[in-house]
């Protein structure tokens, strides 16, 4: 698979990786810029503000000046959809849930197979296009609205009886998932595969520490707890 338009941002100190990762890119067509620290990645922040499509971020989570991991939270406060693969030698749970809560849509652990990065890219790029194509097709106006749910598909804003509530990634993600198939019930392990991205995720606690959350932030009776299989929104 060819991918000519498609803009891969790496950032990643280690030079032998490095030049390893963009030789590979290379050889799918994948147009890829280098980044050895965060100070020169900055000029990322810019090219995404102008609306750059089909791009991808693979982030460090070590660098000489900072943490990936900040950075990443840079990111996401002026682009909420392009895709952030964390690439680093932590493999600790905590270190994953960690990424992932603070923006990361994939985690893959040093050393990995070149291979396995692209089906990881691939999945992203089939994650981003159908989202986008659903938008357009069958979102008018790029809203989802279930009952005093408000959710903007564009901006990533949501509001609950016409008041802006602040999410967290996962939190809006859960949401957006439950609320595009409201009264359906979706068991915990589908949860995760769907938000998450993990299909062998230790705990399913995690999920119903989101759900609670959502609960506060919006209202309890929205959110159906389907005793031994999962959670579904209703919609009257």
């Keep these: 698979m060819k991918y000519t338009e498609l ?3 790496l950032i990643e100190d280690d030079l032998n990786l490095g030049q390893s990762l963009v030789d590979y890119l290379k050889t799918f067509l994948i ?3 280098w980044y050895k620290n965060l100070t020169d990645a900055e000029e990322i922040l ?3 503000t102008k609306g750059t499509t089909r791009a991808i971020l693979l982030l460090d989570w070590m660098l000489p000046d900072g ?3 900040d950075f990443l939270k840079s990111v996401r406060k002026i682009n909420q959809n392009i895709p952030i693969i964390m690439l680093t030698a932590r493999n600790e749970l905590v270190d994953r849930v960690v990424g992932l809560e603070s923006g990361a849509n994939d985690y893959l652990t040093k050393p990995f197979d070149p291979r396995e990065l692209i089906a ?3 999945v992203q790029i089939r994650i981003f296009e159908s989202d986008k194509g659903e938008i357009v097709e069958n979102r008018p106006n790029n809203f989802i609205e279930v009952e005093l749910l408000k959710i903007s598909l564009e ?3 949501v509001f609950y009886n016409n008041k802006k509530i602040e999410l967290t990634k996962m ?3 859960l949401l957006r998932l439950l609320s595009e198939h409201p009264n359906r019930v979706f068991s915990r ?3 995760l595969n769907k938000v998450w991205g993990l299909e062998n995720y230790p705990t399913t606690r995690t999920v119903d520490t989101h759900i609670m959350q959502l609960r506060q932030k919006t209202a309890d009776h929205l959110f159906e707890t389907v005793r031994g299989i999962g959670y579904r929104i209703l919609n009257a």
């Design 189 to 191: 392990e589908e949860i």
């Design 155 to 157: 901006t990533r804003e």
């Design 7 to 9: 803009n891969v941002y």
């Design 31 to 33: 147009n890829v810029t």
């Design 120 to 122: 990881r890219i691939r």
């Design 67 to 69: 943490e990936g991991l």
């Design 46 to 48: 810019k090219l995404i």
């Design 171 to 173: 939190e809006y993600d």
